[in-house]
């Protein structure tokens, strides 16, 4: 029973073999000291855990349409966009890294991981709910695991090659990763699809604009307890009380979700036609 749910799990294939291969590589790097091994643990550090999240929920939501290679896609290029805009805003905006320039940084990361959800969102090929949380999900993995290795190169820099370092960096980031861009970014665009399912029209209403300003309040908190010098105790208390909100959020929508039965896309588009013909249809006032 328990050897027959892992064969069919590949996120937990995912997760183990990239595991296996990051400890692998970690210790030819210490026992060689072969520095061409760096970019492998970087990347394998880096990329694990966000795949395998985002390969877990995929697997478990209901109703999902969208193909493996898109969601590919969106966790590459929904990632990367979102890094180099992101870059670009700190450069041009952030002077200072006091609390107003942690809620900037909230607003650019929180805006610039939405740019391909937002296009998909606009194409509206995808219908459902659970679309939206896997899109969020897998933009804010991919905006996650390419920060990472930022992180991982700069501490490979600043401790002039030591792979310690590296790999604190690696393990901590790695494992906080699901609390946090991608619940913030999942738990805005579930709720995004969700308005829009619900009003079959584009709507950026209260609720899709107060998920908004959560995700950024949430990212700013966390931002400000990991950053800014506070007892240990007040820190770890309040990571840990971001990262339960923000888990806690998601998981709220993606059981939602669940629930949720999509309505099938040949049938929306009948709606969506008898709508439009009603519209015509309808005598202009006045007449």
């Known amino acids: 029973m328990i050897s ?54 995929y697997e478990h939501v209901r109703d999902r349409n969208i193909p493996v290679l898109l969601l590919g896609v969106c966790f590459l290029v929904g990632g990367a966009l979102g890094i180099i805009a992101a870059g670009f805003l700190h450069y041009a905006v952030l002077r200072e890294a006091d609390l107003l320039g942690l809620l900037k940084i909230g607003i650019i ?52 090659g030591d792979p310690a370092a590296v790999e604190q960096v690696l393990l901590i980031r790695g494992l906080l990763s699901p609390a946090g861009h991608a619940a913030w970014t999942g738990i805005v665009c579930a709720v995004l699809w969700g308005q829009r399912v619900k009003f079959r029209s584009v709507t950026v209403n209260a609720r899709v604009l107060g998920a908004f300003v959560l995700a950024v309040l949430l990212h700013t908190a966390w931002n400000a307890f ?59 006032p006045g007449r």
Do not use: C
């Open 4 to 57: 027959s749910y892992i064969f069919r799990k590949a996120w937990i294939w995912i997760l183990v073999v990239g595991v296996l291969l990051f400890f692998g590589a970690n210790a030819a790097l210490r026992w060689t000291g072969n520095p061409n091994f760096f970019p492998t643990v970087i990347m394998l550090g880096a990329f694990i855990v966000p795949l395998a999240y985002v390969v877990f929920f």
């Open 109 to 160: 990361e929180e805006s610039s991981k939405l740019i391909l959800p937002i296009l998909l969102f606009l194409a509206w090929r995808f219908h459902h709910q659970a679309d939206g949380l896997l899109f969020g999900i897998s933009a804010g993995m991919g905006f996650a695991a390419l920060e990472t290795m930022g992180y991982g190169l700069a501490a490979l820099i600043e401790s002039q």
């Open 226 to 284: 990991s950053l800014f010098r506070l007892p240990d105790a007040l820190t770890y208390t309040g990571m840990i009380t971001v990262g339960v909100l923000s888990l806690g959020t998601l998981l709220a929508l993606y059981h939602q979700a669940r629930l949720t039965p999509a309505i099938p896309v040949a049938l929306e588009n009948l709606l969506e036609l008898a709508a439009e013909g009603d519209e015509q249809a309808a005598p202009a």
